[in-house]
């Protein structure tokens, strides 16, 4: 239903500040959820937030008031703002697509339409 293309990530130091994006191209149903979710070496895919099409913003508590994540409809693009990052924020991020109108909140990634490619995110100490 969607293509999702994440970028913006790389290395930043703790305590620094990072902004990922993931653009979205949708080909069918125009309303959505989309989340990030993010996975570490060796360790499983974990929620981080998601803005559901007409609900608030939600996040896991890991993240709660570092992160902030919003979407320009215009654009049709989300963003993942990471401020007062750690080393254990490093992982590979991903951006979630779920074809939905409701507010319901989603954090399971099985619940999800389509993914991006993964975007690297290192966070040295």
């Known amino acids: 239903q969607a293509q999702l293309v994440e970028s913006g990530g790389g290395l930043v130091q703790a305590g620094g500040s990072l902004r990922l994006s993931c653009a979205v191209t949708?080909?069918?149903?125009?309303?959505?959820?989309m989340s990030w979710f993010r996975q570490a070496p060796g360790k499983e895919r974990e929620f981080v937030a998601t803005i559901p099409w007409s609900g608030d913003p939600y996040y896991t508590d890991l993240v709660q008031g570092r992160f902030t994540i919003s979407r320009d409809v215009a654009k049709n693009t989300v963003y993942l703002q990471m401020n007062s990052t750690k080393p254990e924020d490093t992982a590979v991020y991903y951006c979630a697509f779920k074809a939905s109108e409701s507010s319901r909140v989603r954090t399971r990634w099985e619940e999800y339409d389509d993914w991006g490619q993964g975007i690297q995110v290192t966070v040295s100490s």
């Open positions: 949708v080909r069918t149903f125009n309303m959505y959820t």
